[in-house]
């Protein structure tokens, strides 16, 4: 099949182009442009996600990230009206800074690859199934741990922002 | 039918689906015309009014009898409605962000058109059923439309870059969000008794075991669907009242708040681009009415005459499909009737009963539920 390759093709360069749009656009420096980017990036992921038979990861990212998390993003820059942000140069500091940053994942990545057995092809476990996929989280005692300790590290993350957020404590 | 023959399966599924689209589509926007029409005739009717009773084609009109009475029923109004929203000044403030200006009037549009691709309106016609993308996680989809509808709502908020209509855009993306959680949530004790996300699983569920608003309805006596009655109850009250605040009906329609905001997120447009604002609500309102028909309403079944089956004639096939139009235009009424009826909720109170009051009985709900399954076992 070559429809899949090159619809592959497609969202990848569409996440990267958007992706760099979020953070170097030339056109338009609008923290809310910038933010809609983002959810293009996060939808073109999703096709990804699609594209590997993962359509409750793909349906979960639109839903979360998309359609919650993006949308308080939102909320919050409209809220505080950033128009410094517009104004603010590109400092060298920044630059030294991304750039390193970026040079070192770009290594770690390119390691990995190239370290990797391209010549077997797995079989994925778990194949969009929420069934699978619920069984894999909850009972197996494989993931249940981690899962649990995120939750927990959620609701800690939580609790300490309701209690930044009080003015005075009783 | 030869020329269909010849064609590859690949070929065959992309013209079907094709054809089901255009059949949705076009009988869709229809509807919506005429919601409208129906929401002012019923506004007037209980505001002791006449309504819409003046356009009057040039032939038909003439016809005796039947002419006066579709003037009089206000039957053309609609077509005058959208010529009217084509036709006027497309004004665009001096001072507005032009590009979000634009594309927010289709962002509203858009979603609302994309959740009835995984409704199942009907059966099977023939060989095909009657569902445009029969998904496996179709009703996370339909969440995850939803929830980009806001998006058309905060834009066009922002895009005005004047005061009311930026309040209407925060205002609904902290409504939306608020009411998204307790929506998502009142559909989990649906899944858990059905098993499955897929739409159409949910339907053949709900035509053996009763449907899922009132399980002893078409699923027969059972300690289980006994018990299951009041989750099925309170998990569909949660979803209707969290339906209403999603397509921004009153009494939760703060983000237009007339009285407060102008005219809300939408104050700055005219034309057809608010046109497409309105198209977006009342096509929000039919994909509103199609979920809860089909979560929890048994979609196209009804449990008597055997019409619980798969059709196996076209007439059953356009029966089932009739039904499943019957229970949603039942919520569309309800939706209007309820618009007319009851006052607009303070801020503060919407966001109380969001957080407060939908979001525990939700949760609380899906614990009563698995509870249930899990002592009476099936």
């Known amino acids: ?170 | 039918m030869a020329w269909l023959d010849s064609l590859t399966p690949q070929a065959q599924f992309a013209f079907f689906t094709m054809l089901k689209i255009a059949c949705v589509l076009g009988p869709l926007l229809t509807l919506v015309a005429y919601a409208v029409l129906a929401e002012r005739k019923v506004s007037a009717l209980i505001q002791d009014r006449v309504g819409p009773n003046r356009v009057s084609l040039p032939l038909i009109g003439g016809i005796p009898v039947i002419g006066p009475f579709l003037t009089k029923l206000g039957f053309w109004h609609p077509l005058v409605d959208g010529v009217k929203s084509f036709i006027k000044e497309d004004f665009t403030p001096a001072h507005v962000r032009k590009i979000y200006f634009w594309l927010a009037p289709a962002i509203a549009l858009v979603p609302a058109f994309l959740v009835i691709a995984v409704i199942p309106f009907g059966s099977t016609l023939g060989s095909q059923k009657m569902v445009i993308a029969d998904l496996n996680v179709g009703i996370l989809y339909t969440f995850g439309i939803v929830s980009l509808g806001v998006y058309g709502i905060v834009l066009a908020g922002y895009a005005a870059n004047s005061k009311f209509p930026f309040l209407g855009g925060i205002r609904s993306s902290a409504q939306m969000i608020s009411y998204e959680l307790a929506m998502g949530m009142s559909v989990v004790p649906v899944f858990l008794v059905v098993g499955d996300l897929n739409l159409s699983k949910i339907i053949e569920h709900q035509a053996h075991n009763g449907w899922n608003v009132f399980p002893l309805f078409g699923g027969g006596f059972s300690l289980q669907t006994l018990l299951l009655v009041p989750c099925g109850m309170l998990s569909f009250t949660i979803f209707f009242v969290a339906a209403f605040a999603e397509t921004n009906r009153l009494p939760f329609d703060l983000p237009e708040s007339e009285s407060e905001l102008v005219g809300g997120y939408h104050t700055e447009y005219s034309s057809m681009k608010f046109g497409m604002f309105f198209i977006g609500e009342y096509a929000n309102m039919f994909a509103g009415a199609a979920m809860m028909t089909t979560l929890f309403f048994g979609g196209w079944t009804l449990p008597f005459f055997g019409l619980d089956q798969a059709a196996d004639s076209v007439w059953k096939g356009l029966l089932h499909i009739g039904i499943f139009m019957a229970k949603m235009f039942a919520f569309m009424g309800i939706f209007i009737w309820v618009r007319w009826m009851l006052p607009r909720f303070r801020y503060d109170q919407l966001m109380d009963l969001g957080w407060r009051r939908l979001i525990p009985l939700a949760l609380a709900n899906i614990i009563l539920t698995a509870a249930v399954l899990a002592l009476t076992d099936r």
Request: hydrophobic share 60%.
């Open chain 1, 1 to 170: 099949m070559i429809l899949p390759d090159a619809l592959f093709y497609l969202f990848a360069f569409l996440t990267l182009l958007f992706g760099a749009l979020v953070v170097a656009n030339p056109f338009s420096r609008n923290p809310v442009t910038s933010a809609m980017f983002l959810v293009l990036t996060i939808c073109a992921m999703a096709g990804l996600f699609v594209l590997l038979n993962a359509f409750f990861l793909a349906a979960v990212q639109i839903l979360v990230y998309a359609g919650a998390v993006m949308v308080l993003f939102l909320f919050v820059i409209m809220l505080l009206d950033l128009k410094e942000e517009q104004r603010r140069k590109i400092n060298l500091f920044g630059i030294v800074t991304g750039s390193g940053a970026v040079l070192g994942l770009g290594f770690l990545l390119t390691r990995t690859i190239w370290g990797g057995d391209f010549s077997q092809t797995a079989t994925p476990k778990v194949i969009g199934d929420t069934k699978a996929l619920g069984l894999e989280l909850f009972t197996k005692g494989q993931f249940l741990l981690p899962f649990e300790i995120v939750s927990v590290l959620l609701l800690v993350a939580m609790v300490g922002v309701i209690l930044l957020s009080k003015k005075e404590l009783k």
